[in-house]
């Protein structure tokens, strides 16, 4: 069974980048195919900002995403989406503020 990442509001400033992955054929200055890469040729990747952490807060993320490794899925729902998806995150930044803040920035990929 699949964990749900810690319900920990993120940034209105996240951000959803999609990318379809495309195999570019040039024949001729004139003439060029663009195929999709592979059988799932899109990917949704969102840039998810946590900003002015709690240490509890902090740890709590760093924790969930360190033990998903990268590879384990995690449901996750975007802001302004209705549903939620499996997700990995296998990359992140701890940003410190100040003494009692720290921001966080992960790389949310939708799990295909």
Known sequence: MYQTLPDILPA???????DIRLNDRHFSPNYSTHAPASL???????????????????????E???????NIPFYWAPPHLPAS???NCSSWQVIPQSDAHTHL????????
């Not at 969930?64 to 990268?70: E, K, L, V």
């Not at 920035?105 to 295909?112: E, I």
């Open 12 to 18: 209105q400033s996240s951000v959803l980048q999609n």
């Open 40 to 62: 799932q040729p899109w990917q949704r990747v969102w840039q998810v900002k946590w900003l002015y952490l709690e240490t509890a807060e902090l740890k709590e993320l760093d």
């Open 64 to 70: 969930f995403f360190t033990a998903h490794q990268g």
């Open 85 to 87: 998806g499996l997700y």
């Open 105 to 112: 920035y992960a790389r949310l990929v939708l799990a295909s």
